[in-house]
């Protein structure tokens, strides 16, 4: 596993944070996506700082890719300040104009004091990049108000949308922060497609994931590429072993019969985002200050707190 911390940081990503505190005041709610398989991770602590003082809702997007339990614990962990979304399905997406309704009740409630009930409310969508924030506002919008690609940095300038449920929604483009504060980070961000694949070594990318896997979700992970963990011999192998043993069970050769691990690392990568290995989660709310791999756990069942890293179903 490389001892250097992942970095991804673009010019644009600064202008990014100018625009989030130039336009706060313009706004009556900040609307913060995160991705549900790793909400730590995905949550810019800038952001925290950008729009101190505004009231904010928390989506979990991409609910439909991790495991239902982990996210149940992360949205309790928000205290009813948060819903559980995904922009492909439609699951939640209802729930967002009621949610922020009762954020601004006292707000709304002056407004129609002084007979103005029928104004729309402002909400800036925040969020890192390949989050969702494009899919969502296509989805509140009624339409392709944005453009949608399945890799980051696709939105470059902000926007404004109106919807049909009564929001107006300023759109900003997904911005990360100049320096993650702990290797696991810059880990999870790249393996779920926050930072672009180009920024990292893919064979490296994918046998960090690898080892995560086995980690939080050994049991998906070994049906999915049939391993043979007889003795449990893939428990300690090291990240680029379990890539070769991907590929060298899908039969991923090249001429020679050299392991074709460049093909195994596109696959994995791909697989795991899809949610074909399962719905997995990579972090829990209760490992705040852990870096420690989950205990095993079966269908529906969760660990006790102070062992938590990750989740699956």
């Known amino acids: 596993m490389p001892s250097q911390t992942i970095q991804w940081f673009p010019g644009h990503m600064a202008k990014t944070r100018r625009l989030i505190t130039e336009n706060l005041g313009n706004v009556d709610i900040v609307i913060e996506l995160l991705d549900a398989r790793i909400p730590r991770s995905s949550k810019n602590p800038e952001i925290k700082r950008l729009t101190e003082g505004k009231p904010t809702l928390t989506l979990l997007n991409k609910c439909s890719l991790a495991d239902p339990a982990a996210t149940a614990k992360w949205i309790s962990s928000y205290g009813g300040m948060a819903l559980a979304i995904d922009c492909i399905t439609g699951e939640g997406i209802k729930q967002i104009y009621p949610a922020v309704r009762k954020i601004l009740a006292e707000k709304l409630q002056r407004y129609e004091d002084k007979g103005m009930s029928g104004r729309k409310i402002r909400a800036m969508m925040v969020g890192i990049p390949n989050v969702g924030k494009s899919s969502l506002v296509n ?47 810059g880990e999870n961000l790249a393996v779920t497609g926050a930072i672009k694949d180009a920024v990292v070594d893919i064979e490296t990318l994918a046998g960090i994931l690898c080892r995560r896997l086995m980690d939080v979700a050994p049991d998906m992970f070994i049906a999915r590429y049939k391993l043979n963990n007889d003795g449990g011999r893939l428990c300690d192998m090291q990240p680029h072993e379990l890539l070769c043993e991907v590929a060298r069970k899908r039969g991923f050769l090249l001429s020679g019969g050299e392991l074709n691990t460049e093909r195994a690392a596109i696959i994995v990568l791909d697989e795991f985002r899809g949610a074909k290995i399962g719905r997995i989660t990579l972090e829990l709310p209760e490992a705040k200050a852990k870096r420690e791999p989950a205990a095993k756990t079966g269908e529906g069942e969760t660990d006790s707190p102070e062992n938590e890293e990750g989740g699956h179903a």
């Open 139 to 185: 989805k509140l919008g009624g339409g392709k108000k944005a453009r949608v690609e399945d890799r980051p940095g696709v939105t470059m300038t902000k926007q404004w949308v109106t919807t049909s449920v009564g929001i107006d929604l300023l759109d900003m483009p997904g911005v990360l922060w100049p320096k993650f504060d702990d290797r696991l980070t």
